[in-house]
């Protein structure tokens, strides 16, 4: 996971943050990221653009997060984000959270790349998280 991160963030320069979240019970908890800390590590399923994709499974690309009312602030700067969901026959295990500084930052590019990124993770992650 770590050296994931530091990949991703060193070969797209428009992510400005990178990181993972794991799933932990009910909770998103902060894994490895590159990036500046950030004050949510830990977020309910419930919250935040990360609490919406781990429920609906799906990837999001938010353009605009000034102007999304899910969006939980980690920078200043940050103006765009993409989660995608790291699963495993249809269990939500983590996923990968990027922000930008760029507005709509992201595209069906990054969306690939990330999806692809988080289908190699899921095996090494289901290997070490519990099934319920
Ligand atoms: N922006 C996220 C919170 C995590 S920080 O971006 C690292 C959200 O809205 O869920």
């Known amino acids: 996971m770590t050296r994931a991160v530091e990949l991703l963030a060193e070969s797209c320069p428009h992510f400005t943050w990178t990181g993972i979240y794991l799933l932990e019970g009910d909770e998103l908890v902060l894994g490895p990221f590159v990036g500046k800390p950030s004050p949510h590590t830990r977020i309910p399923l419930g919250r ?6 781990a429920t609906q ?10 102007a999304d009312p899910r969006y939980l602030a980690c920078s200043l700067e940050t103006r765009s984000e ?12 983590g996923e990968i959270d990027i922000d930008s500084d760029r507005a709509a930052a992201f595209g069906p590019t990054d ?22």
């Not at 935040?48 to 994709?53: D, K, Q």
């Not at 993409?82 to 295990?93: F, G």
């Open 48 to 53: 935040g653009i990360c609490g919406a994709a």
């Open 57 to 66: 499974r799906a990837t999001i690309i938010v353009d605009d997060v000034n």
């Open 82 to 93: 993409i989660v995608v969901p790291i699963t495993q026959a249809d269990r939500v295990l």
């Open 111 to 132: 969306q690939a790349l990330l999806e692809a990124v988080a289908q190699a993770l899921a095996p090494r992650l289901a290997a070490r998280v519990p099934v319920p």
